[in-house]
């Protein structure tokens, strides 16, 4: 018996140039679990065979906190050479069956990757590197092999991958067909309840499908099980993909360290994006819920069925399935809203990661530990590359390229050059030169400077993308700008075209109404109606993710703010005026009162949809301040950041007072609570508005809407609303009391106290949440629900105290040893340290060396030490 305790673990680099295909391969893996809290077995019988893209045949399983009891080689006892990672042994020259039996103890384990318990119940989770902590195996993605599973337990559920095979008192058998990965395995076992359907695929075959909770929670799956029967029926419609096993699983769990897994017919959940019911799930919920759902069942084909030969090939089942499920929610909720809220959540985080110490291309070429690379950047950069893609290739090409994708490479483990080669193919190598998207970090700036003369408009765009670690030097990328042009009064003269600008500098001519290249030939002018200068609608849609820098006066953004045929761009021009408005408030200049009667039109225009409106009236953040004006050279003051923004959105709601309250009137939705887009919407709207009008009347109405509401999204933004104004104290108490046995909707009151508390209150309100016995910080939901509210209250965050600071640096000391991954995710609230002024940079890099200096787990280690950059 052997204990494979850690002495070093590996903290230098692995790197994509020094891929080496596995010297061995698998032909089929055969694993028994006897569940036990503490001392669960594993055995495993798995049939090796030398892998021909190899001559090397030296043999080692990665294993990491496992208890070796017995191995044996054909059936042989064997002595293998354990170290902290792994094992290796000498093997024979050809095909071998490797057995083993290993101990590991699921309850001790804090980290939730491999096997844990959550409430008593079994589940595991293997991406990236969890397999190993279950038992030996060359746990790397371009292993793939059929998986056959025994499940010895008292549990009254146990479920594997695949479809179930046999089952009997106390054991249950699972076999999977499909060839996969080590990460993509998964087990579950518990006293779960079902919610169930069918699909009838379109190839014909039934699927049955369960989504699994915890007895008393059956009565919020109905949404998750209904979003992912629409999911199955979307990827049949627009992929031709349909599903291939006989049952689909879904299970929430309370202790998970991401939102979901995408398992292979076992997904696993946090149980926050599966349970909903209108009185415990927000809008918000809901339609995460869905396009997680999507998400996770979008992975079968894209991830599952073609996997990555690398984690450097992350992006690769990532971006193109987060493009996936937008494309999905996009079809259900509408796709102006959608992108705006995209491109919100791509600024707010990924162009943050990219302007920071943290920035790493979509497809990183070195790591130390894979798990911090689950980012923004891979995710949702790599979304919009596979948007670019077929922006440029157009819809028809793309879908050609996908089909081909699918059937060229099911059932590989494939790399981005792969997928890209699919792309050549059927658009003839029309593509060359797009690649450096994945592989140059950092956003693009372009800027675009228009000449119009008198009849002819020329335009000369010109990129530049700034040095990020380890890349100083960069080259153009390809940038796929959806134009099109207004004339002066508003009306759409040049409808929407692409100019994709491929180098440094390109100039383009619109002429008749179609832009050239302006060292193409020549044809009709603009009608010569058209004057003085027509105005611009670039980057329409947010077709490529850059940052443009244009002088644009503020006369030609409201009629953009609308005119514009594009919603995104209408929206985007509002956006630009109040960061305009906001900075020069910063400044002390006066607000353009032509800004409130805009907003004003805009948001009481009925013929709008009222998300859209929503959106609209939603000022840019504090954090989105902060970036702007330290972009501009300058260093952001938090406080006083807070201070403005607060003072002009008292402006704007004395300057619109009616319209606020008619606004909070009208939008009372009447009979039973819908969680669809419209509904939806029309609460958004609403409570905006009531946000307002809470200015004007110290809360009363926020109040009244608390009071009696039958939903939560309504309860939890009253609940906001009053905290901001200082009187929720009343409410806050209420809402404890109501929802303290409920773990999901308890968190939601850790978030909203201590994320809307003031400045100067909310580290004092932090530390005191955190001292209840209620936060426990095993509990990722709960651990940033408080302490990740605190870090994204940004003048609370950034209090000149440091408090903020120390607050989140000794909770992160507190979690590293319980669970580094979620420790390691959370250190990133330090990444905009160099924006500010020295004190506070001074007090973020000693929180930061002070973690460094409790010797952290190699998670928080490569975070830290690559936030302080030396
Ligand atoms: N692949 C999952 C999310 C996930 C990623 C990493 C994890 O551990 C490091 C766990 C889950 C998804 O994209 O949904
Ligand atoms: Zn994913």
Partial sequence: MKDATPQTVRSDPVRLAQYEAPNWLVEDVHLTFRLHPTATRVTSRIRFRPNPDSADRGFRLDGEDLKLLSASIDGRAVEPRIDAEGLSVDAPNDAFIWECEVEIDPKANTRLEGLYMSKGMYCTQCEAEGFRRITFYPDRPDVMAPFTVRIESDQPVMLSNGNPTASGDGWAEWHDPWPKPAYLFALVAGELRATSTTHRTSEGRDATLNVWVRPGDEDRTGYALDALKRSMEWDERVYGRAYDLEVFNLVAVDDFNMGAMENKGLNIFNSKYVLASP?????????????????????????????????????????????????????????????????????????????????????????????????????????????????????????????????????????????????????????????????????????????????????????????????????????PLATGVLSPDGKEVAPTQVLTLKTSEATFRLEGGIWRPSDGPAADPLPASVEPAPILSLNRGFSAPVILDRKVTDAERLILLAHDTDPFNRWEAGRQVAKEQLLRALDGGALDPAWFDALGRLVSDDSLEPAFRALALGLPSEDDIAQSLHDAGRTPDPARIHAIREDVLQGLAEAQAPLFRALVDALVTHGPYSPDAEAAGRRALRLRALDMLSRLDGGDAAAEVFATADNMTESLSALAILIRRGTGEAESGTFFTRWYDDPNTLDKWFSTVIGNAAPDEAVAVARRLTALPEFDPKTPNRFRSAVGALSANTAAFHHASGEGYRFLADWLIVLDPINPQTAARMTTAFETWRRYDGDRQGMMTDQLRRILATGPSRDVTEIATRLLGD
């Fill in 279 to 479: 009185e415990t799930a927000t809008d918000r919920d809901y339609e995460l819920i869905e396009g997680i759902v999507a998400h996770e069942y979008f992975h079968n084909w894209t991830g599952n069925r073609i996997t990555c030969r690398d984690w450097f090939q992350l992006c690769l089942k990532e971006g193109l399935t987060v493009f996936r499920d937008k494309q999905f929610s996009g079809d259900v909720r509408g796709h102006a809203v959608k992108r705006i809220d995209d491109v919100l959540m791509l600024r707010a985080r990924q162009f943050r990661e990219d302007a920071g110490p943290l920035a790493h291309p979509v497809r990183p070429e070195e790591y130390v530990e894979i798990n911090n690379f689950y980012t923004a950047t891979v995710y949702e950069k790599g979304a919009e590359v596979i948007g670019m893609l077929r922006t440029l290739a157009g819809p028809e090409a793309y879908d050609r390229a996908l089909t081909l994708y699918f059937d060229r490479h099911d059932g590989d483990a494939a790399t981005i050059e792969d997928f890209f080669a699919c792309f050549q193919e059927v658009t003839g190598n029309a593509l060359t030169g797009f690649e450096r998207w994945w592989s140059q970090a950092g956003t693009p700036r372009v800027t675009a400077v228009t000449h119009w003369s008198g009849d002819v408009l020329t335009l000369t765009l010109r990129q530049s993308t700034p040095a990020t670690p380890g890349q100083p030097q960069k080259g153009p990328v390809w940038i």
